[in-house]
């Protein structure tokens, strides 16, 4: 039973391994960006347009990594990829959480009512340092490493002291 850790770890480096050799590496926030656009294309509807096959954007940092793209045509492997990751976390919690855990959990949050906008907002605080750095921790530190990728090696390198200081701290 203690060596579960290894056939999950198998399976999701296999997941990796099989999404970088057909499709692209896994990554989220690029995605983000995606979905801010499509609200912003809602208000101001010729932020994006077209110049033969290729996509174009007023904005400086629709043109990159494809998001004018994907704006224009949102029904693609990162929206698909975004909706799994919310329905596979919210199926995960329904059948495959103890009940009790989850009380236990749900009683901790409840004895700091500010813990919920904290988290919130250090994952704001996240998801900005992540489009800062081109990438998200899922980006850089799975298919990053993956890929032998200096850049996701530092940051990995880095990341991983920094989590364990901060985990420490908040866990006591």
Not at 32 to 48: L, P, R
Not at 122 to 148: D, E, V
């Amino acid at each position: 039973m203690k060596k579960k850790w290894i056939l999950k770890g198998i399976f999701l480096g296999s997941v990796f391994f099989i999404s970088i050799l057909l499709i692209k590496p896994i990554g989220i926030s690029t995605q983000f960006s995606v979905t801010s656009g499509m609200i912003h294309s809602v208000f101001q509807d010729d932020i994006i347009f077209r110049e033969g096959s290729e996509f174009y954007s007023l904005i400086d940092y629709y043109n990159q990594d494809g998001i004018a793209k994907n704006i224009m045509i949102p029904y693609n492997y990162g929206i698909i990829f975004i909706v799994g990751v919310f329905l596979g976390g919210m199926l995960g919690r329904i059948f495959f959480r103890r009940k009790e855990e989850f009380i236990e959990n749900e009683r901790l949050l409840e004895k700091d009512r500010i813990s919920r906008i904290k988290l919130f907002i250090g994952g704001i605080f996240l998801l900005f340092g992540a489009r800062m750095a081109n990438g998200c921790t899922s980006g850089h530190m799975m298919s990053g490493i993956m890929q032998l990728s200096v850049s996701s090696i530092i940051f990995t390198i880095v990341l991983f002291p920094i989590a364990m200081i901060a985990a420490k701290r908040i866990g006591d």
